[in-house]
């Protein structure tokens, strides 16, 4: 290389691994939530450093020169030795005072985020919880640079993202449609053929069930009458227990639904699966938070898991 006395900075390394990962400077910012013109900015400076060129454009995307090959070989070997030494930490129990992060979608509904979370408080020492809320792809991106240790989602890790991830399913159930009591009287027949025309309340572009609860609707012929679409799911009860619409919600919650907003139950879309995954860098959960949330989860099981408890 051109400079004999190369002072590797291992914030550019990273810059260039994700990018490489991604294909793209636009995509790596997302993951990183940084500008693109930073991580292009840093990467500039990357090659200056090392004195030679690490990419060329293709079309939309950017490839690997012979270079950045060679180096991205390393870059993996580096970072799977890192996870090799958060996986020996974790082994011999010397996390066990330090934060557990978990994160949790938008789209996520947070009685079914804290059902499968909860047992994670009752292991020995877990060490304090702490949960943050942001779009999935952002979360990914923080569970990329280990500023996460898990992720619960209500999908899989997505295959276009490039970050190096293991999923598993937690726990799977059909959905429950429910109504403020005010609201039953006005609606005509029986279930499913009252929610044609009825006011409805959606759930927004990013919850994983969305596509299917509409072809639901679509097979059976249905027109609700959608009068407002909500990210978030706590908000889309609270409108629902406030007689704006009906709404639907994980049949594995009914009696927290129930109780906790006052609505009752219209019927079951069974055909309709929302799945909620765990999302980590580790192929094995050996932390014993993530155990503890594994062990007591109830995947393809409708009633069990959160059903019984808000």
Not at 65 to 89: D, N, P, S, Y
Not at 233 to 258: C, D, H, N
Request: glycine letters at 8%.
């Amino acid at each position: 290389m051109a400079n004999a006395n190369i002072d590797l900075n291992f914030k550019h390394l990273r810059y260039f691994w994700m990018v490489a990962r991604v294909g793209s400077i636009a995509g790596a910012a997302r993951m990183l939530n940084l500008a693109p013109h930073s991580i292009s900015a840093q990467l500039a400076t990357f090659e200056a450093t090392l004195g030679v060129t690490l990419f060329r454009r293709a079309g939309r995307r950017l490839e690997l020169t012979e270079a950045g090959e060679r180096i991205l070989g390393h870059a993996e070997e580096i970072f799977a030795l890192g996870e090799q030494v958060v996986e020996i930490v974790r082994d011999d129990g010397l996390r066990r005072d330090l934060p557990f992060r978990i994160g949790i979608p938008d789209s996520m509904p947070k009685s079914v985020a804290h059902r499968l979370i909860e047992p994670a408080l009752r292991v020995d020492r877990p060490g304090r919880l702490v949960c943050r809320e942001a779009p999935l792809t952002e979360l990914l991106g923080e569970l990329a640079l280990r500023r996460l240790d898990l992720i619960i989602a209500d999908r899989a890790m997505p295959a276009e993202v490039g970050v190096r991830g293991h999923s598993t399913l937690l726990a799977e159930s059909g959905l429950t449609v429910f109504a403020a009591p005010e609201l039953v009287p006005t609606l005509q027949g029986t279930f499913p053929a009252m929610l044609d025309g009825a006011p409805f309340l959606l759930p927004g572009q990013d919850v994983a069930h969305r596509a299917a609860m509409l072809r639901w609707f679509e097979e059976r012929q249905l027109q609700p009458d959608v009068i407002a679409e909500f990210d978030d799911s706590a908000l889309l009860k609270a409108f629902g227990q406030g007689g704006a619409g009906l709404f639907a919600a994980p049949t594995m919650i009914e009696p927290y639904v129930r109780a906790q907003y006052g609505v009752m139950r219209l019927g079951e879309m069974a055909e309709v699966r929302t799945r909620v995954y765990a999302i980590t860098t580790e192929r094995r959960l050996s932390h014993r938070a993530m155990k503890a949330i594994l062990d007591n989860a109830s995947p393809n099981d409708d009633a069990a898991g959160c059903a019984g408890q808000p």
